[in-house]
């Protein structure tokens, strides 16, 4: 499928944080979180990915929430969390996948999606055996740091347009003027 970065600029609305969580360190549970803040070209303040170089384009974690029921069905489940499916941000109202190559606002934070989030062998430890295929195609999505930033539960999700996007100039975010 080729995509057509001009019409997923066209949407009539905004998605909502629901969920955030971190894991301080690897394969240790995700804790919830009602805020975190995010640093530039880093990541999630005590998230155990932050600063991690040989992985930069995974600052953060994106999941949508609709897909829940979906991965849940595909499991023969009758629900899903979010610590299970092991993202740091859930969104509702936005098509997350979208945001894949796209600066996006969350609270006071930017963010840049850097790709699809593909599940690892632990989604068959967390989910069961077949989590790991359940996830396939409902991951979300991998997101660096474009601009320092708070984001809190019920933050909405917001695509930037081209007035308000973020600019790198010598290693600092700020506001282009075009």
Not at 25 to 36: A, G, I
Not at 62 to 71: A, G, S
Request: charged fraction near 20%; hydrophobic fraction near 35%; proline fraction near 5%.
């Amino acid at each position: 499928m080729t995509e057509k970065p001009e019409l997923l600029r066209t949407r009539p609305v905004c998605g909502k944080v629901t969920w955030i969580g971190i894991a301080a360190q690897r394969r240790k549970p995700l804790e919830p979180q009602q805020s975190v803040t995010v640093q530039q070209d880093k990541g999630i303040d005590g998230e155990h990915h932050a600063g991690n170089t040989e992985r930069p384009h995974r600052q953060v974690t994106l999941i949508q929430k609709e897909h829940f029921p979906v991965i849940a069905d595909l499991l023969s489940r009758n629900d899903v969390t979010p610590e299970q499916l092991r993202r740091n941000i859930v969104v509702s109202g936005i098509n997350v996948a979208s945001l894949r190559s796209q600066e996006f606002l969350i609270g006071d934070a930017v963010l840049q999606g850097t790709g699809d989030c593909v599940p690892c062998a632990l989604m068959d430890a967390t989910l069961g055996k077949g989590g790991y295929a359940a996830m396939v195609g409902h991951g979300g999505i991998t997101a660096a740091v474009v601009k320092s930033g708070t984001i809190s539960v019920g933050d909405p999700v917001s695509l930037l347009d081209s007035q308000n996007s973020v600019e790198r100039i010598d290693g600092e975010a700020a506001k282009s003027s075009s």
